[in-house]
């Protein structure tokens, strides 16, 4: 990996696992769907205006229907189901469930034609099936309902935004990046508008609050995934997605350090599990190939 590309590489991998505090932050402001819809606004926004900065303006309309499936799934599902569970779960936990989507998407992609599952990747998906049971069956706070509803809306958001990234595959391959990207944020983030009827803001959002929103959306979504993308371009998926075991170890310290979060013991070997159960799925034991496109 050329220095360049490390740096971009660790520069993800805090900048998502410190968007953990930013979402606790913006979600007491804004409260969980005023969070996510105009975070994803503001991410579209600013993808949109870079991309006709660059000459490379979008067009929607020829690909609006996979467009809309994506942002319902991989922006709105994904992102609704992270914010609104990291306060109930904790940090720790809700970055955690994100570590599963892999393993959801290998299995979805194994279900479309997509992709194909080797032995170890089967191994792989019901070692993940024992973590996320270990991680929701033996918490160390209280089971309660807005623990429960927590869990429950972290493996929708996995599910949400492994079956996104599949549809994209499927129906986007050969799209422009900054169309997928700007057009699946922009339709996520109005999607979700109309819930702010159910959902109100909790109070009158201040400067600090507008400024946390802002670089959720222009830097921890959008500039992040320009980012990202050219990191898979240029060192390959297999190797880029595996930032996320990266994001999930940033998170956890950040709960641990500054928010006095816990794991019991058998939920930090239930982590341990998931993120095992990711490695072989993904292909990244060594002398390993990995089974998915670079």
């Known amino acids: 990996m050329q220095p360049r590309d490390l740096a971009i590489y660790l520069f993800l991998a805090i900048a998502w696992g410190l968007s953990f505090l930013v979402v606790l932050h913006t979600e007491h402001a804004f409260g969980w ?46 992102l609704a ?32 034609g997509l992709e ?32 429960i509803n927590g869990c429950i809306a972290s493996i929708g958001g996995a599910l949400a935004a492994a079956y ?10 050969q799209c422009d990046p900054w169309t997928v990207a700007g057009g699946s944020f922009l339709a996520g983030g109005v999607m979700l508008l109309p819930l702010l009827w159910w959902v109100p803001l909790p109070g009158v959002p201040g400067v600090l609050d507008w400024g946390y929103l802002l670089i959720s959306g222009s830097v921890m979504s959008a500039t992040c995934y320009v980012l990202f993308f050219g990191l898979v371009a240029r060192i390959g998926a297999t190797r880029a997605i595996s930032v996320e075991f990266v994001v999930t170890l940033v998170a956890v310290l950040v709960g641990a350090l500054f928010l006095g979060e816990a794991l019991s013991l058998l939920q930090a070997l239930g982590s341990g ?13 060594p002398g390993r190939r990995s089974r998915l496109p670079s």
């Open 81 to 112: 189901g992270m914010t609104y569970a990291t306060p109930r779960i904790g940090t720790a936990m809700a970055a955690i469930f994100v570590t599963t989507i892999p393993l959801f998407s290998m299995l979805i992609g194994r279900v479309l």
């Open 273 to 285: 599990v998931i993120l095992f159960g990711c490695v072989m799925v993904l292909g990244l034991l």
């Open 164 to 173: 996104g990234s599949n549809h994209a595959a499927l129906h986007l391959r």
């Open 33 to 78: 769907v005023g969070a996510v819809s105009l975070r994803a606004l503001f991410a579209g926004s600013t993808l949109v205006l870079l991309s006709v900065l660059l000459g490379r303006a979008p067009q929607f309309r020829p690909v609006l229907k996979p467009l809309l499936v994506v942002g319902a799934t991989t922006v709105a599902g994904q």
């Open 116 to 147: 194909t599952l080797s032995r170890q990747g089967v191994l792989g998906l019901l070692l993940g099936l024992v973590g996320m049971v270990m991680l929701v069956g033996f918490p160390a706070q209280t089971v309660d309902a807005d623990f």
